[in-house]
């Protein structure tokens, strides 16, 4: 595993990677491997496994520990991997924790219980419980536009008294608000959204768990990069010149299938399969995708 850093304790690059499949919707575990080798490649400094990009809701068990275990195999000397660990259900997320440790993981990202909208104090009991089922690091994941919940202020001081929660995944939408929890807290922020990047950076983020990672690597590095190198004005021309491709992952907020089609363009993965109820991207937004990929300049990203 990577030696950690205080500052940025899962690295600043992280893409939050699909799950290929193969056309009858089977886990294809040689393609995965060969995307996460691949994505270190272009300057991930880790990769977060089963999450809501990788389809977590319809994989299963084995196949999530298979997934973890094959990838921290092939990349877990370069590069932090970290597993989801989120269910409404706390028991669940327990065991689904227990078993991305057991199957080396190197940190946790634990998402607020969706659908059934705790209250704060539910939440941060679930946050809590789940951190300590391990001896790993956590990253909280704050997505009120899926789980139906924010984190309050209130709630991150609580969490941030946790010896194993040293972060955030930021998908909340207010850059000043976080601001305020990190000063307050401590706790290290990632962007959970691309647009969000540059911006959380700007108030003390320390890096993004992203989508356009699939295709966009070399231009979040350039971002992060320019941006601790106090060379602000190259990080923005990097954001800048990323935004077509942020727009197409991302822009009718269906990641899986927008990556998987983009990584199918690319050639690096052979299926753009999906597990129901996520549908593949139909043919006819292919070459929307591809000419956004194209005014981006990521298609010579790849392999």
């Not at 008294?161 to 000063?183: F, L, T």
């Amino acid at each position: 595993m990577p030696i950690a850093d205080a500052a940025r304790p899962f690295g600043s690059v992280l893409t939050a990677m699909v799950t290929p499949m193969t056309p009858d919707g089977a886990v294809d575990l040689a393609t995965a491997v060969a995307l996460a080798m691949h994505l270190v490649d272009q300057g991930n400094d880790g990769l977060v496994l089963n999450g809501t990009t990788g389809e977590a809701p319809t994989t299963h068990a084995p196949e999530k520990a298979e997934l973890v275990a094959a990838v921290v195999e092939a990349v877990g000397d370069r590069a932090f991997v970290v597993a989801g660990a989120g269910s409404n259900d706390t028991a669940h997320a327990v065991r689904m924790a227990e078993q991305a440790a057991e199957a080396g993981a190197h940190g946790l990202l634990v998402v607020s219980p969706y659908y059934s909208r705790p209250s704060q104090a539910g939440l941060a009991a679930h946050m809590e419980v789940v951190a300590g089922s391990t001896d790993l690091p956590v990253l909280v994941y704050d997505i009120p536009g899926r789980a139906g919940v924010r984190i309050a202020p209130a709630t991150f001081a609580r969490l941030a008294e946790h010896p194993r929660i040293v972060g955030v995944k930021d998908a909340a939408g207010d850059v000043y608000g976080s601001a305020k929890v990190m000063r307050d807290t401590g706790l290290v922020f990632y962007a959970g959204d691309d647009g969000m990047f540059l911006p959380l950076l700007a108030v003390g983020g320390a890096g993004i768990v992203s989508v356009v990672g699939h295709v966009a690597t070399p231009l979040l590095a350039r971002i992060a990069a320019s941006w601790f190198a106090g060379d602000q004005a190259r990080a923005l021309e990097a954001f800048r010149a990323v935004a077509p491709a942020v727009d197409a992952l991302n822009g009718a907020g269906q990641q899986a299938p927008t990556a998987k089609a983009a990584l199918e363009l690319l050639g690096l993965i052979p299926s753009r399969a999906t597990r129901l109820p996520v549908a593949p991207l139909p043919d006819e937004e292919l070459p929307a995708l591809r000419a956004a990929l194209a005014a981006a300049g990521v298609l010579t990203f790849a392999g």
